[in-house]
């Protein structure tokens, strides 16, 4: 992913697909900042104030970390709202963004040997959120299936899926 210029891949999809796995190394491997949304995440507050909070605080980061990298990778899930969000003002900043679907089955994520055992609460949330098509957004620029294959061969195509699209845009 280097040498394209300034820009954040934001990577979306349900718990358990791979977003900060994938994220922590795509930005090991690209020398590239690293966003953990969840860490960013306003508790105790209606969705839409927690949401534009979060956002907020989100965005606050990857401008922090476009200062020392030229590439910011992002895992969060994302509604429709949140993508208007980072569109609008990465745009008004000269910021290009990438949004990168990750999807997966639910016997691909709750699978045993996937390395992560999900709590009920997360199994709960997982079943909504494959429901509710965090998989599948209109918005995704790029969507990848993480579900039964290695972690090398999906860093692999998400690198080349980055490149094409940011090089179809110029």
Not at 49 to 64: D, E, Q, Y
Request: with cysteine.
């Amino acid at each position: 992913m280097t040498g394209i210029g300034r820009f954040v891949v934001f990577l979306s999809g349900p718990i358990g697909s791979g977003k900060t796995t994938l994220g922590r190394c795509l930005g090991a491997r690209s020398l590239a900042g690293f966003v953990d949304g969840d860490d960013h995440h306003v508790p105790g507050r209606p969705w839409f104030s927690s949401t534009l909070g979060t956002s907020r605080s989100i965005l606050n980061a990857v401008i922090v970390a476009l200062q020392n990298h030229d590439i910011v990778v992002v895992a969060y899930p994302l509604r429709c709202v949140n993508w208007i969000y980072y569109r609008r003002h990465l745009a008004a900043a000269g910021i290009a963004s990438v949004f990168v679907g990750l999807s997966a089955t639910l016997e691909e994520i709750t699978h045993r040997d996937r390395g992560r055992l999900l709590s009920e609460a997360e199994q709960a949330r997982l079943s909504v959120m494959l429901a509710e098509g965090y998989s599948n957004r209109l918005f995704y620029d790029v969507q990848i299936k993480t579900g039964g294959r290695s972690l090398e061969a999906t860093l692999a195509e998400i690198d080349l899926e980055i490149a094409h699209f940011l090089s179809s845009r110029c």
